[in-house]
T-cell receptor, first 112, second 110 residues
């Protein structure tokens, strides 16, 4: 039982490049989330998916897109990376929206 | 505006020295308050959920309590392995999103 997995673990991009962060969970959870974590700040929600087939914007969605591929997988895409997107990105899942969330190990992204 | 504030930002204790971390919140309606532990380079790990004032939850050396304005995470006789950043988050009524505090970094010296 792996819980929530994320790939890649580390990534360096140049300004303007694109990439997709992958997330998968094996807990049969309905809801999935993408956060970013920056020093001195709380976790900030980028997008979430309350259930398969739905996605909604969170607090900081600009510059990102998401896809809920199926119940297990939720990907985050940066179309044109900017230095302001340098951060640690976490994927999380929960049984339903409002219940405790379980987090992946994170992706450390640097945009130069 | 809904807001969550954690204090102190950092706390250094000797092994065995008990203390408390604070999470104060101002929200329109509390649905639940969550405590997480985060080790360096890892994702947050769920600890507790509290739903109503007066509720308490315990796990090993940790006890979380909730009032109408704040929550405390009490750490009794801590050990070096309790060193981590502790995060709290609040969910408000009819909103999927959690409002997160910035965390308290706890360091336990042997």
């Amino acid at each position: 039982n792996a819980g929530v997995t994320q790939t890649p673990k580390f990534q360096v991009l140049k300004t303007g490049q694109s990439m997709t962060l992958q997330c998968a969970q094996d807990m049969n959870h309905n809801s999935m989330y993408w956060y970013r974590q920056d020093p001195g700040m709380g976790l900030r929600l980028i997008y979430y998916s309350a259930s398969e087939g739905t996605t909604d914007k969170g607090e900081v969605p600009n510059g990102y897109n998401v896809s809920r591929l199926n119940k297990r997988e939720f990907s985050l895409r940066l179309e044109s990376a900017a230095p302001s997107q340098t951060s640690v990105y976490f994927c999380a899942s929960s049984g339903d929206a409002g219940y405790e969330q379980y987090f992946g190990p994170g992706t450390r992204l640097t945009v130069t | 505006e809904d807001q969550v504030t954690q204090s102190p930002e950092a706390l250094r204790l000797q092994e065995g020295e008990s203390s408390s971390l604070n999470c104060s919140y101002t929200v329109s309606g509390l649905r639940g308050l969550f405590w997480y532990r985060q080790d360096p380079g890892k994702g947050p790990e769920f600890l507790f959920t509290l739903y109503s004032a007066g509720e308490e939850k315990e796990k090993e050396r940790l006890k979380a309590t909730l009032t109408k304005k704040e929550s405390f995470l009490h750490i009794t006789a801590p050990k070096p392995e309790d060193s981590a950043t502790y995060l709290c988050a609040v969910q408000v009524d009819s909103n999927y999103q959690l409002i997160w505090g910035a965390g308290t970094k706890l360091i336990i010296k042997p």
